[in-house]
């Protein structure tokens, strides 16, 4: 009966375990170690829920004491062999599972010796990343099986880098230089989160992951490069789009229609409203948005533009200026 | 027994004549809550007076600033003055400035009516009483929290509280639930039960444990009220440098914690010296019930862990109102420093809300099993082995944080290796249910639901203390349900359970069985019903503390959120049970789970000073089916044994 019990329960939590969707889907080299080690565990623990589920339905429904039942059960006190094989087997158990897990994070942590380098800005409350040529963009694209090594910086307080399909995560911590290795392993989009309490706008901290074909992944950073390189309205509207500004704001000149925040075809009204010349209010706007708040607008543009390397402010600058001024000219 | 009582406590009776209630203004002087009230005031300006005279006299602008004035003012000087005017000082000063006072004082002690629970007593059962319903009060304030927190997470987006007071809800829920529900708690159980457990007439240090009761309020009360300014927003770990440069309400919390650790750490040093010092003759460290060895070991954890955490707390709160830089990066300050020093603490703390637990399931489960604890040594032995290997696995929660990687296979082999003593605990538990006659009342319900919950816990433990996974499941909703397991599914579990074994004997009534039950079984379902599915949604990936999540988890969420409100209206059950049988349950008799632990041999409730006569320990404390075992004998007894033998 015990053993039908522990059959029963066992049965019971594996089909838990095989038809609930657990993991999800897995896009990177080093989830296939992780989901390894969650599967090892899985096997355990469900061996061992059910022991101990069945001992105790088994104990309630016979143990159970008869009403009128004063007397006391007998007097054992222990089992020496009992109490060292429930000492040993866990022990032996969990070393397996240690020994596993070391393994996959030695693979894990190793970025290979000629990874990709992107640097992570993460800052209340947008992520930014830049690739070896010098781009920016706000969501992250990577190359199709290429070992990728994050290095992350945060600018203000604690943030982590998470993308469930990939199974990473690390912190990004003020005054620290961490990193992260990812070998992605399927084409899609995938979520970025970040995973540690940053503020008010924690919830919504989350951007995108892009695996591409490396022949995709190449043409579009090398045009992204040279695009940068180019005349200032070619590389300023590359900013645009690599930033992802069009996703809160309407601007005529990239076809963007992002309701968020202020239009940016009303640029030279809003600077006259703020009382300031349209260029430095455009790049003020950009690196310090609390400063000046066009009416009926939350103060919710993140910081992270601060941080764009000059030239790139100043071409994104001149393409802002420039179409804002086509726009009403 | 109660022929033997009288002699005793006509000895005390005669220091204990309760002094007549005070008269004209002469009630205002006396310690109670009028003087409490205005020398609250009183220091509360004394506070302003000092903050903003300095300011004035140094030119600092603005003069009104709210950090050096809330820590200062309102959550140092005011709650100093509530202490003094309660009464908790008045002995300490009377000795201080020379005035006479009587060591042998007990006008403090004992209840004669309601109102003696509402003053300085110094009588560790009336403490124990008012540990208790405070931390209910608690329990209750941070479980409403919940409500709303599972309310805004019923859908994506946000529909009820703006994302301030979201930060502030879970924060609040869960510093209110961890520092003034969970830990207290034990301590109010242990408080009652410990001193009679161990034959002995009191604790070490009444007056000692009086204040420690005292802060309490005093600490909830202040992380409750931040409500009112700005609530604590950084969640409980109130990680740096969120909580540093973040909104001045985490002030409530980093000195919220203050009081409600001092209050830790003096219970945690009378409960050792009780403990140490204070057992009957005969009762040597192999004979103490398994409560009084959980209570021992989590003592020790209290005294060596809790000051680092009120390091953390002070440290962060420096850098915010006196511009130190302990985690300031940009003045060389160590943000990963917060981590470390925090979990020092808040990692045993998890033990500190666990091993009081195992001590009360040890008793519950031999007594209603009607049989000797399985492997008693083994059991003792192994708290001792989680206290030493707990206080080795801190960086555990820290496997993502950015700090040095070389540390995280060595805390990961120490976190997986504590499996072994808690799985020691939890076989010798079953073997002892094993072939036993079970009584399957209200307390042992609630000690075999922890057993089952407390087993999955511990093996969502496993996953998170495997470093691969881990790094996957940290911060996200498996996390949640992981904690919930552990502090909920086992160390609330436990309360219930302490709480209905001993109801009786606190009380002198019986609760409603059957209300008890259908309490247990409400929470036991609505409890599964509300965190299992989180262990689901936070593999998939849904972060945790957050006002807002991805559409595709709303279903799940949903589900919860209907399942936490059945789960939070169980509470309701509780609160009827509780106050209707207190003030109309069946008078209890002194013994009525048939226990050989001491507390069982003296009437419910116990008189004041516990025993007539200290008793004689001869043998251990669950010789359950031994034929002719004693765990102890009482005076009377041995004159009869002798007048028998001569």
């Known amino acids: 009966m015990l053993v039908l019990i522990g059959v029963v329960v066992g049965a019971l939590t594996t089909a838990v375990a095989y038809f609930l969707p657990w993991l999800p889907e897995q896009a990177s080299e080093q989830r296939e170690g992780i989901d390894l080690v969650f599967w090892i565990t899985t096997g355990i623990c469900v061996a061992i829920f059910a022991l101990v589920s069945a001992v105790l339905i088994y104990s309630v429904w016979k143990f159970r004491a008869k009403p009128d039942d004063d007397t006391d059960g007998p007097p054992i006190h222990g089992n020496t062999a009992l109490e060292v094989a429930w000492t040993a087997v866990p022990t032996v158990l969990v070393v397996i599972i240690g020994v596993v897990s070391a393994i996959v994070l030695a693979r894990n942590d190793r970025g290979g010796p000629d990874a990709l380098r992107i640097q992570v800005t993460a800052q209340q409350f947008a992520w930014n990343f ?69 503020g008010l706008g924690h919830a919504v901290m989350r951007s995108q992951a892009v695996v591409m074909p490396v022949a995709r992944y190449e043409s579009w950073i090398r045009r992204e490069g040279r695009r940068l390189r180019g005349p200032p309205g070619e590389a300023g509207a590359a900013v645009f789009r690599n930033q992802g500004c069009g996703g809160c704001h309407i601007f005529d000149p990239a076809d963007s229609q992002g309701q968020v925040g202020p239009s940016l075809n009303e640029l030279e009204k809003q600077a006259r409203r703020a009382g300031k010349p349209l260029v430095a209010f455009t790049r ?46 | 027994m109660a022929d033997g009582m009288t002699q005793t406590e006509h000895h005390h009776e005669a220091h204990a004549a309760p002094a007549p209630p005070p008269r004209g203004w002469r009630r205002l002087t006396a310690p109670g809550f009028l003087r409490a009230g205005w020398m609250s005031l009183l220091f509360l300006g004394l506070g302003l007076a000092l903050v903003l005279g300095i300011r004035a006299l140094a030119g600092w602008d603005p003069l009104w600033y709210w950090p050096p004035v809330l820590t200062a003012a309102f959550l140092t000087m005011a709650p100093l003055g509530f202490l003094a005017g309660i009464g908790a000082f008045d002995y300490w000063t009377h000795y201080a400035l020379g005035r006479p006072t009587r060591p042998e004082d007990h006008s403090g002690h004992g209840a004669r009516s309601w109102h003696d629970y509402f003053r300085v007593n110094t009588d560790h059962k009336v403490i124990g009483v008012q540990y208790l319903v405070t931390t209910v009060f608690f329990f209750i304030a941070g479980g409403l929290l919940a409500m709303f927190v599972r309310a805004e997470l019923a859908q994506p987006g946000t529909q009820f509280v703006d994302p301030e007071t979201y930060n502030g809800l879970f924060t609040v829920h869960a510093a209110l639930m961890i520092f003034l529900f969970i830990i207290p708690a034990f301590a109010g159980l242990a408080n009652y039960v410990v001193p009679l457990m161990l034959g002995a007439p009191d604790m070490a240090f009444p007056r000692l444990n009086a204040l420690s009761f005292w802060l309490l309020p005093i600490a909830g009360v202040m992380i409750l009220s931040s409500f009112l300014f700005h609530p604590p927003s950084a969640g409980w770990t109130g990680y740096a440098t969120l909580s540093t440069v973040g909104p001045d309400g985490n002030i409530f919390f980093q000195m919220g914690v203050q009081w409600a650790g001092a209050s830790s750490i003096m219970t945690g040093l009378n409960f050792l010296v009780t403990i140490i010092t204070m057992r009957a003759p005969g009762m040597t460290f192999w004979r ?123 805390m990961m082999i120490t976190t997986l290796l504590i499996a072994v003593p808690t799985g020691i605990k939890v076989f010798s538990w079953l073997a002892t249910i094993w072939e036993g006659k079970l009584n399957l009342s209200t307390p042992m319900l609630w000690a ?16 998170l203390g495997a470093v691969p996974i881990d790094i996957h499941t940290s911060d996200t909703y498996f996390v949640v349900a992981h904690i919930h397991y552990v502090l909920f599914g086992g160390s609330l579990f436990t309360i219930f359970a302490g709480i209905y074994y001993w109801f009786p004997k606190m009380t002198g009534r019986m609760y409603n069985e059957r209300l008890g039950k259908l309490h247990f079984w409400l929470t036991f379902v609505g409890f599964n019903a509300t965190f299992f599915p989180m262990h689901l949604i936070g593999v998939q990936g849904m972060p945790r503390r957050v006002a807002d999540y991805a559409p595709e988890f709303a279903n799940w969420n949903f589900f919860i959120s209907v399942a936490s409100f059945g789960l939070g209206a169980s509470t309701i059950v509780f609160l009827y049970n509780m106050i209707h049988s207190w003030a109309h349950g069946p008078v209890a008799e002194g013994n009525p789970w048939r226990g050989l632990t001491l507390e069982w041999q003296v009437s419910s409730p116990p008189p004041v000073f516990n025993f007539d006569h200290i008793p004689q320990v001869v043998g251990g404390p669950y010789e359950y089916g031994v034929p002719g075992a004693r765990h102890a004998v009482f005076e009377e007894e041995r004159v009869e044994e002798l007048e028998r033998v001569t």
């Open chain 1, 130 to 198: 830049k690739y070896p040529n010098g781009v920016t963009s706000a969501t992250l694209n990577l190359p199709l099986g290429r070992d990728v090594v994050l290095q992350l910086r945060a600018l203000d307080v604690l943030h982590s880098f998470f993308v469930p399909q990939f199974g990473q995560k690390q912190d990004a911590v003020p005054g620290e230089l961490t990193k992260l290795a990812i070998t992605p392993t399927k084409v899609g989009e995938y979520p970025i989160e970040c995973t540690e309490l940053c």
């Open chain 1, 284 to 329: 003020e706007s950009i690196v310090q948005p609390e400063v000046y708040l066009e009416p009926d607008y939350p103060n919710v543009m993140p910081k992270t533009y601060a941080q764009l390397p000059d030239d790139q402010l100043d071409a994104l600058v001149q393409y802002l200026v420039d179409g804002a001024q086509d726009e009403n000219g």
């Open chain 2, 448 to 463: 075999l639901g922890f057993l089952s919950m407390f087993v999955i816990g511990g093996l969502s433990g496993i996953y």
């Open chain 2, 288 to 410: 103490m019930p398994l409560l009084v060895w959980a209570n021992f070991t989590t003592s020790l954890l209290v005294v060596v862990a809790t000051p680092f955490i009120a390091a953390s707390q002070f440290f962060a709160l420096f850098d915010r109102v006196l511009g130190t830089d302990f985690f300031n990066p940009q003045e060389g300050g160590y943000v990963l420093g917060y981590q470390h020093i925090f979990w020092f603490y808040s990692h045993p703390a998890v033990y500190i809300m666990m091993l009081p637990g195992f001590g009360i399931v040890s008793e519950i489960v031999s007594v209603m099993s009607r049989k000797p604890i399985f492997g008693y040594r083994l059991m003792a032995l192994s708290l001792m082995a989680i206290l030493f290997l707990g206080f080795s696995v801190w960086a555990h929660h820290m496997f993502v944080s950015g700090m040095a990687p070389w540390l995280r296979v060595p």
